[in-house]
T-cell receptor
């Protein structure tokens, strides 16, 4: 079956530090890959996505590249801000018609950015 | 952007009672809605997928008679936890989408069963 593994948290950084959150996956076929963010007290929001190998998703200074050869989709940001403090989820979605487009999530990584 | 609401945001109930959680897509029609359960420090676990006007498809290990899902319209799905017990206490999250398009998530409902 499909699975997503992301680095255990929590991750604590100082403002303007570089961020990497690792994510690897196993899947049959060619899934789409996503990063979702959950701010305190809120629901999940789509941060970025990539639908095929070598695609780079980007949003709000965050980037992740779909690496088929290493089955990875690591999230990076060059300079984090306090407002980036949240839980980040890596996820994949099968693209086969019979899957009903289900998402498989990693366990989430809590990021805390200190001023 | 697309907005999905959930009601209530939190609920406390006595063991043995039933609780209904509503999920609404406020500014779009959702052909598919998903219900997840999130345990502390764990991932979101998909419970079931519902398409408007048809029976929900439950994931393996999820009791369909305990977690009743109704997707009566393109903007509303409900999850009813029947005869709730303390082990049902959790954070329940819905999402709504249109086929293969992006899923939009609700803010979640915190259920505590005493």
């Amino acid at each position: 079956g499909n699975s997503v593994t992301q680095m255990e948290g929590p991750v604590t950084l100082s403002e303007e530090a570089f961020l990497t959150i690792n994510c690897t996956y196993t899947a049959t076929g060619y899934p789409s890959l996503f990063w979702y963010v959950q701010y305190p007290g809120e629901g999940l929001q789509l941060l970025l996505k990539a639908t095929k190998a070598d695609d780079k998703g980007s949003n709000k200074g965050f980037e992740a590249t779909y690496r088929k050869e290493t089955t990875s989709f690591h999230l990076e940001k060059g300079s984090v801000q306090v407002s980036d403090s949240a839980v980040y989820f890596c996820a994949l979605r099968e693209n086969s018609g019979g899957s009903n487009y289900k998402l498989t999530f990693g366990k989430g990584t809590l990021l805390t950015v200190n001023p | 952007g697309a907005v999905v609401s959930q009601h209530p945001s939190r609920v406390i109930c006595k063991s043995g009672t039933s609780v209904k959680i509503e999920c609404r897509s406020l500014d779009f029609q959702a052909t598919t809605m998903f219900w997840y359960r999130q345990f502390p420090k764990k991932s979101l676990m998909l419970m079931a997928t519902s398409n408007e006007g048809s029976k929900a498809t439950y994931e393996q290990g999820v009791e369909k008679d305990k977690f009743l899902i109704n997707h009566a319209s393109l903007t509303l799905s409900t999850l009813t936890v029947t005869s709730a017990h303390p082990e049902d206490s959790s954070f329940y999250i819905c999402s709504a989408g249109q086929g293969a398009e992006t899923q939009y998530f609700g803010p979640g409902t915190r259920l505590l069963v005493l």
